[in-house]
């Protein structure tokens, strides 16, 4: 179910990203006290997103569940969901074995609260973030935090821009801001310019509601695509800061949930196994059968 | 003609590796499959060869309880799903041993080993047995308990089953490893007491087995094959028809059926 959410909301956010003329506004930004920061490296691009917490605070790996509820990240999850295997397509997709691919795998940095990344010396699943932390996954090879590659310096303001110094979006701290009307590009100049960076900018959930230019798809799937405790839905959602500035197509398609369409459903070796098991089976019940009468003597004598 | 001792721990050396490398559940449903057939065609009579059924219910019991810890940890369908593809791969390595101790005889097993190992091969044939001795035991304590009038049906009744079993259990062993002793065995003499011929089955057995063990193993390596598919997200496992076919051969053993004699 959550599969075809997270495609439900890929597909939009790449017809929204497709459309920067139609959607054309600049996500008005979170100035929210209820956001965290995650920056997302493969290696070869950067992604940060700006995760609403919905109230209280989550796991380091619920924080990319709701990345992928609110902005369709994809993710894939090992050893019970303690451990990550793949962020945006890049690491080990198709098994539950995240160190299948060893030396490289994803580090899990934790910012440092000014712009600095510190290494985690636990996993996601043990880590608590609170609203305005900062966490961070780089994807390379290096046993620690001395020799993993770091995401790019990060600060919570550089993703959720609460202060936003350069004042040309005209939205400020606190007080409720229209979604539409802002400047393309002002509230950007921090992390968002820096090549190969897709930044994803969260609406404030105090914002105004029914902001009629949006997509109707991305409306729709932003129902789809509500985090599971069911907090009320911010109303503009599809402001995924895909302006024409910093619009990163690669990043989108990136985005896509790996493979979740082309997955589904039994394939022929999946009934090649089932043959197989049937045959064996039923080879065996009638050998069985034919044998029954013999060895129904009893006990035998202790093997001394 | 039951297969040749050495290419029975073979096969289950090879099966179990094959349980041990995946949690993708149709491999794990075929290498039962694989291991039911083979059972079938290689049954010992008597308690031994009801190893098998007893194993099936501890694999049953071993999922269950594995899929019940998750509750000790965050409860959604990615870790249940997760705990069940474990349960299942140690499920299936318990149906691999059982399959094991309802057609290979340990003793056949112990009388191969070189004479200078002889007390730990002694000692890994006995616990290689417990189980069909125990299964023994209970049948010989429950009928005798009957015979005395004392109903086994209920909790309170357990030490009546349990001590005596323990019990003959020890003593079983102990009589036996006197018994190894005074025929010469571990004393510079090797048995010549009914030799098991290495025969075109056995080696076929062995080849079958090592290829199949390979084939996931390498899988495992190169991470082809979907042998632990993901769990969060659940995505549909895969299977490739190379491993299919590789899990296949883990059933060679059954088409040599060996006709009943007592071994």
Redesign the interface.
């Known amino acids: 179910m ?2 075809f959410r ?1 495609f439900a909301v890929s597909l939009s956010l790449a017809a929204a990203g497709l459309m920067p003329v139609t959607v054309g506004q600049q996500a008005a930004c979170a100035a929210t006290a209820d956001s965290a920061a995650l920056v997302v490296d493969t290696g070869g691009s950067v992604t940060d997103y700006c995760v609403e917490l919905g109230g209280g605070s989550v796991s380091g790996i619920d924080l990319i569940k709701l990345a992928s509820q609110q902005y369709g990240m994809s ?7 303690k451990a990550v ?1 793949a962020l945006n397509g890049i690491g ?6 995240c160190f ?2 060893f030396p490289d795998y994803w580090g899990y940095w934790i910012g440092d609260g000014s712009g600095g990344w510190l290494w985690s010396s636990v996993g996601g699943d043990s880590v608590t973030v609170e609203a305005g932390d900062v966490q961070g996954w780089s994807y390379g090879s290096g046993k620690d935090g001395s020799t993993h590659p770091q995401p790019p310096a990060t600060a919570y303001e550089d993703v959720c821009r609460v202060k936003d110094a350069s004042g040309g979006s005209g939205s400020k701290d606190g007080g409720p801001k229209e979604a539409g009307g802002s400047g393309t590009g002002g509230s950007k100049d921090t992390a968002a310019n820096q090549p190969g960076r897709t930044d994803h900018a969260a609406q404030d959930p105090a914002g105004t509601s029914g902001n009629s230019t949006n997509g109707n798809g991305s409306d729709g799937a932003s129902g789809d695509g509500r985090p599971r405790d069911g907090e009320p839905t911010p109303a503009a959602r599809a402001t995924e800061a895909a302006t024409a500035a910093s619009f990163d197509p690669s990043a989108v398609v990136l985005a896509a ?1 790996n ?2 369409g082309s ?8 009934f ?2 089932l043959l ?2 049937l045959v ?2 039923m ?6 059968r034919g ?1 029954g009468a ?2 129904r ?1 009893g ?2 004598s ?3 | 003609m039951s297969l040749h001792p050495a290419a029975w721990i073979s096969w289950a050396g090879c099966a179990a590796l094959v349980a041990f490398s995946s ?1 993708n559940p ?2 794990l ?2 290498l039962v ?2 291991c ?2 083979v ?3 290689h ?1 010992l ?3 031994a ?1 009801r190893s098998f059924r007893i194993f099936l219910l501890f694999a049953l019991a071993a999922v269950t309880i594995r899929t019940a810890l998750v509750l000790f ?2 409860v ?1 369908l ?2 249940i799903y ?2 069940a593809l ?1 349960g299942a791969r140690l499920g299936a390595l318990l149906v691999v041993f059982g399959t094991f101790n309802s057609v290979a ?1 340990p ?1 056949g097993i112990l009388r191969l080993a070189p004479r200078r190992f002889h007390e730990p091969a002694l000692a890994a044939a006995l616990a290689l047995s417990i189980a069909p001795r125990t299964i ?1 035991a209970v ?2 304590v429950r009928e005798a308990q009957a015979l005395r009038g004392i109903s086994l049906s209920r909790w309170r009744s357990l030490p009546a089953l349990a001590v005596p079993i323990l019990e003959s259990g020890m003593e ?1 062993a102990v ?2 490893a006197e ?1 190894m002793d005074s025929r010469g065995h571990g004393r510079g003499r090797r048995s010549r007491y009914r030799p098991q011929a290495w025969n075109m089955a056995a080696r076929v057995t062995v080849v079958a087995g090592a290829i199949a063990a390979g084939a996931y193993v390498v899988a495992g390596m190169l ?1 082809e094959g ?11 496992p ?4 190379a491993l ?1 076919a590789a ?2 051969l883990v ?1 060679v053993p ?1 088409l040599f ?1 060996s006709r ?1 004699e ?1 071994s």
Do not use: K
């Open positions: 959550r599969r997270a993710y894939n999850l090992g050893f019970g969901g295997c080990v997709t198709d098994s539950g074995d299948a691919s949930p493979g979740s997955r589904d459903g039994p394939p022929a070796a999946g090649a196994v197989a098991v064996l089976g080879a065996g019940a009638y050998m069985t044998r013999r060895h003597a006990h035998t202790p093997r001394v | 949690t149709f491999y449903v075929l499959a694989a039911w057939f059972y079938s065609g049954r009579p008597g308690p060869g940890d965050t959604n990615p870790t997760y705990s474990e005889d003793f023994d049948g010989r079983e009589t036996l018994s991470g979907m042998l632990n598919p993901p769990t969060d997200p659940i995505v549909w895969q299977v490739s028809l299919v899990g296949l059933a059954g059926p009943g007592p």
